[in-house]
T-cell receptor, first 114, second 113 residues
Framework: GENVEQHPSTLSVQEGDSAVIKCTYS??????FPWYKQELGKGPQLIID?????GEKKDQRIAVTLNKTAKHFSLHITETQPEDSAVYFC?????????????FGGGTRVLVKP | KAGVTQTPRYLIKTRGQQVTLSCSPI?????VSWYQQTPGQGLQFLFE???????NKGNFPGRFSGRQFSNSRSEMNVSTLELGDSALYLC????????????FGPGTRLTVT
């Protein structure tokens, strides 16, 4: 089955700096890659996603890039703010017979220091 | 639109008991998936329902089961609870089948003593 690895597990940045989280996936059949932000006591919140026919997607301060050949994708957060502090998860999905099943990475705890 | 709702939010059960958790998806969404979140194993897929049919199932024992009703609301049941079942159980709602965006509820925190 699909396996998703996420690095780093923790990330501490100064407010205003950029943060980058990287994920690799194992199954080339995966075609949908969402990113979630989870704050304490809450469920994961979808913040951005990318499909395999797109190489890059941007939404204000966050962007995601996808390299299908290397089977890795990354989340970039620019001009970080204290409210960006949370745990971030990447995930991969194949669709088709696998339906909406998401395989998640292990998570990255991001701390933005004011 | 209201988001995904899950009830109850917190639950304490004893080993050997059974538990039923409920999820109401976003209005109009027909797919509901369940995930278990633990510090050790992270987020793991339990199963997905679409139009009252189980579409996919993760690697969990048969003690974990679910169902979906005609109004797309879903329940999951865990029988013969074990200490290791203590976790945050998350429900995710999606408009359709196949690699669609999923929106999570706040989860039900289950503690087994």
């Amino acid at each position: 089955g699909e396996n998703v690895e996420q690095h780093p597990s923790t990330l501490s940045v100064q407010e205003g700096d950029s943060a980058v989280i990287k994920c690799t996936y194992s199954d080339s059949a995966s075609n949908y890659f969402p990113w979630y932000k989870q704050e304490l006591g809450k469920g994961p919140q979808l913040i951005i996603d990318i499909r395999s026919n797109v190489g890059e997607k941007k939404d204000q301060r966050i962007a995601v890039t996808l390299n299908k050949t290397a089977k890795h994708f990354s989340l970039h957060i620019t001009e970080t703010q204290p409210e960006d502090s949370a745990v971030y998860f990447c995930a991969a999905s194949m669709g088709g017979a696998a339906g909406n099943k998401l395989t998640f990475g292990g998570g990255t705890r991001v701390l933005v220091k004011p | 639109k209201a988001g995904v709702t899950q009830t109850p939010r917190y639950l304490i059960k004893t080993r050997g008991q059974q538990v039923t958790l409920s999820c109401s998806p976003i209005s109009g969404h027909r797919s509901v998936s369940w995930y278990q979140q633990t510090p050790g194993q992270g987020l793991q897929f339990l199963f997905e329902y679409f139009s009252e049919t189980q579409r996919n199932k993760g690697n969990f024992p048969g003690r974990f089961s679910g169902r979906q009703f005609s109004n797309s609301r879903s329940e999951m049941n865990v029988s013969t609870l074990e200490l290791g079942d203590s976790a945050l159980y998350l429900c995710a709602s999606s408009p359709g089948q196949g690699a669609h965006e999923q929106y999570f509820g706040p989860g039900t925190r289950l503690t087994v003593t």
